[in-house]
């Protein structure tokens, strides 16, 4: 038989079914390769941001829980090492969550507000393994949200004062010391600045940037961004502002930091490791104190009108989604306890005086760190942390930084912002 | 016609409408049928819904209705993101389409000479078009550093300042506005193509009336020219309220580098109203939609096809 045209019609009626066949199965592809449980333990997921390394020694901690819950459940890490929390929240959005992942405590309220993360309140205060007594205080309450814990930190870094030895030697300046205050550290910023013939600065005295956080700068003096019961952001509050405009001279009249350009372009960091920097704020257990090729020193922060650094912590929090909160709290657990025994500093008093025998290199390190760990406070996250975080960089520290703006307008610009943000999530 | 006729006729059409030539046909193109409904006109749906609707993709509530409020928080002058995001990416339109068209006639008609060795030229001009985005950004990123970028290198040799081209807020466009003309090698083969299907005619007929190198090419390269302009104005159009991915890598101070398609992302997925971000992607489909239409109706008055203005 042919078609109207002429052509043969036996292949393409053949064809036709044959082609709705391959659909079909094409179609049914995404069904059968949806992972079930067919029998065996649940598979638990497990969300990390870390590279391949900290992945490497993960593994050995999983494998562990795994071999101790043999039958129970079957721990499952995935590494997300790039855009960690954009795909995090597209696996929510697509009913996907890994049953725990790791946040940064900033995000805890955002994340607690929605519903997102679990609630663990009930189940750590009863659990006999856990004495929070033996937690910091500011671990406990950079983990509640709503007078709720959702989480306990996994560990707690403290900025301390790195510096750089040789550029000290050669400023004939004396280390920093647990005496320094802020005018003296001023005093030696000067002083460790060096300029070329042309007036152009070949080394500074510290950097300042999005990093380090600009609390430091605000506590120290008193100050605070928002009120106690954290309904009302602070930033125009004397102290505050003071901070601030101590700030905005070392960095735009003595001109003791590269300029934000020059920073946004080669980084804090290597800034710091080319030599180039004398005083760098780090996280504690940062390995700025072994940058080859450097002699560096380990300081705390110098002292203001209170002893104050800011600590960043990471947490560990069960997904509101799992569908096997009590055994996703067991792993919680136990992934706890793995960490707090792997990364320094763990957030518990017991552990944390043990510090150099979970890291041998930070030994010289380690009145430093736990003197800063006493004073160290966490970020107090608001439900728009985001919008928060964008309007501070935007409205107060660019400006500042770049000297565009004086800081108590920035700060009183600012404010409003702040005040506006709190206002639509009250 | 009576009702037995009626019926008839029904059942003939309904049985024209399921032979089996039909039944083949969609068989054939429904992978794509299933692709465009899954994958485009299904999210394209969902969007204008989630668009009345406040939804956070981390939240276990379902998106909550609240009509027109998106809209209206972008246009009531509350979200000064939204605006200062349109007047960047209108800028960076209004700068780099017209430049872009230039650029590329210019080099279009450099390169379209029949000489020895041209081609070397022209893959060399097109090359940078082929290249992922991503890695032109990466480049750029090092060609604009302040230090020790070759750009400021060339601006040192020539005994002029450095600038710091993504780290002072009045550069940063400018700096979008280069990279967009790096890659203009794709306008430009196009337009070869089209100056090489000229008619030779035309000019042999325009020389022997006496016209001069300018008046040939006013009078006849462009009026020739035009409908492959007016293609590449409209996907220029489009691609510059459309730029984010270059965006996201190179950066640049503040939110200087703030173009619409970048906030929409970040509205998404930094800020979380899935909802706000689907009504600000809906209102650049009727920015565009607009600016398109209008060319498209502009385009009787300056574009000619076949030696021919279209008249309608």
Redesign the interface.
């Known amino acids: 038989m042919t078609s109207a045209s002429g052509t043969p019609r036996t292949t393409t009626r053949r064809a036709g079914p044959a082609f709705l066949g391959a659909l079909a199965v094409l179609l049914s592809l995404p069904i059968v390769g949806c992972d079930g449980e067919p029998g065996g333990p649940p598979r638990l997921r497990f969300a990390t941001w870390f590279g391949t390394r900290e992945a490497a020694e993960m593994a050995p901690i999983v494998a562990a829980i795994n071999a101790r819950n043999a039958g129970r459940f079957v721990l499952e890490m995935i590494t997300i090492p790039d855009a960690y929390l954009t795909k995090i929240d597209t696996m929510m959005a697509g009913g996907l969550a890994p049953d725990l992942f790791l946040l940064s405590a900033e995000y805890l309220v955002s994340y607690a507000s929605v519903g997102a993360i679990a609630d663990l309140d009930d189940r750590i205060r009863r659990d006999p393994t856990i004495d929070l007594a033996d937690f910091y205080p500011s671990a406990i309450s950079a983990s509640t949200c709503r007078g709720r814990l959702h989480s306990l930190p996994w560990v707690m870094m403290p900025i301390v004062l790195y510096f750089n030895k040789d550029l000290f030697d050669q400023a004939r300046e004396p280390y920093p010391d647990a005496t320094w205050d802020w005018a003296r550290f001023a005093v030696a910023a000067r002083a460790l600045t060096k300029r070329d013939g042309s007036g152009r600065a070949a080394r500074w005295g510290f950097v300042q940037h999005t990093w380090p956080p600009y609390l430091i700068w605000v506590w120290q003096n008193g100050g605070d961004v928002l009120s106690a019961d954290g309904k009302r952001p602070t930033l125009t509050d004397p102290r505050t502002v003071e901070a601030l405009s101590f700030l905005d001279r070392l960095v735009n009249v003595d001109g003791v930091t590269p300029s934000a350009g020059t920073v946004s372009q080669l980084g804090v960091n290597e800034l710091f490791k080319s030599g180039r920097i004398a005083m760098f704020f780090g996280g504690s257990s940062d390995d700025h104190d072994r940058t080859p090729g450097l002699r560096v020193g380990v300081a705390e922060l110098p002292k203001g009108r209170v002893r104050a650094t800011f600590a960043w912590m990471g947490h560990l929090v069960v997904s509101s989604r799992t569908r096997h909160p009590d055994l996703a709290y067991v792993a919680w657990r136990e992934l706890l306890e793995g960490f707090h025994r792997w990364k320094i500093v763990a957030p518990r008093r017991s552990l944390a005086r043990q510090l150099e025998r979970f890291e041998p290199r930070k030994a010289a390190a380690r009145s430093v760190i736990l003197a800063s760990m006493d004073y160290s406070r966490p970020v107090r996250g608001v439900v728009e942390q985001t919008d928060w975080d964008g309007f501070v960089l935007e409205k107060l520290l660019l400006p500042v930084l770049r000297g565009e703006e004086r800081a108590d307008r920035a700060a009183a610009v600012t404010q409003r912002k702040l005040e506006r943000i709190l206002e639509t999530t009250r | 016609m009576n009702t037995g006729e009626k019926r008839r006729d029904l059942a003939g059409t309904i049985r024209r409408m399921f032979r089996?030539?039909w039944?083949?046909a969609y068989?054939?193109i429904?992978?794509w049928l299933?692709g465009f409904t899954v994958f485009v006109l299904g999210p394209m749906l969902f969007s204008l819904y989630l668009s009345f609707t406040r939804y956070?993709?981390?939240?276990?509530?379902l998106p909550a209705w609240v009509g027109l409020d998106n809209y209206r928080y972008a246009f009531d002058n509350v979200d000064e993101k939204f605006y200062r995001s349109l007047v960047t990416t209108g800028v960076y339109a209004a700068v780099s389409i017209p430049l872009g068209l230039v650029a590329s006639l210019a080099l279009a008609l450099l390169l379209a000479r029949d000489l020895q060795g041209i081609g070397i030229f022209r893959t060399i001009f097109y090359l940078p078009a082929v290249l992922p985005t991503i890695a032109v950004g990466m480049v750029f990123?090092w060609l604009f550093?302040?230090?020790f970028g070759l750009v400021n290198f060339v601006l040192q040799q020539l005994h002029l300042p450095a600038v710091?081209w993504?780290?002072?807020p009045r550069s940063v466009l400018p700096s979008y506005v280069i990279v967009s003309l790096w890659s203009v090698g794709g306008n430009m083969m196009v337009l070869i193509a089209a100056i090489k299907g000229i008619p030779r005619a035309l000019y042999e007929a325009a020389i022997i009336d006496g016209a001069g190198t300018w008046q040939r090419f006013r009078h006849v390269t462009l009026p020739q020219l035009s409908f492959v302009l007016f293609f590449n104005l409209v996907t220029g159009i489009i691609g510059a309220f459309q730029v984010f991915d270059i965006a996201y890598v190179m950066?640049g101070?503040?939110?200087r580098n703030l173009f619409y398609v970048l906030y929409v992302y970040q509205a998404a997925?930094?800020?979380?109203k899935?909802g706000y971000a689907c009504a600000l992607a809906w209102v650049l489909f009727g920015i565009v939609l607009a600016i398109s239409s209008l060319v498209m109706k502009s385009s009787p008055l300056w574009v000619y096809y076949e030696g021919e203005k279209r008249t309608s």
């Open positions: 089996w030539e039944v083949e068989v054939f429904s992978p299933v956070d993709p981390r939240s276990v509530d990123i550093n302040t230090e710091d993504l780290g002072d950066g101070t503040g939110d997925w930094s800020r979380h899935m």
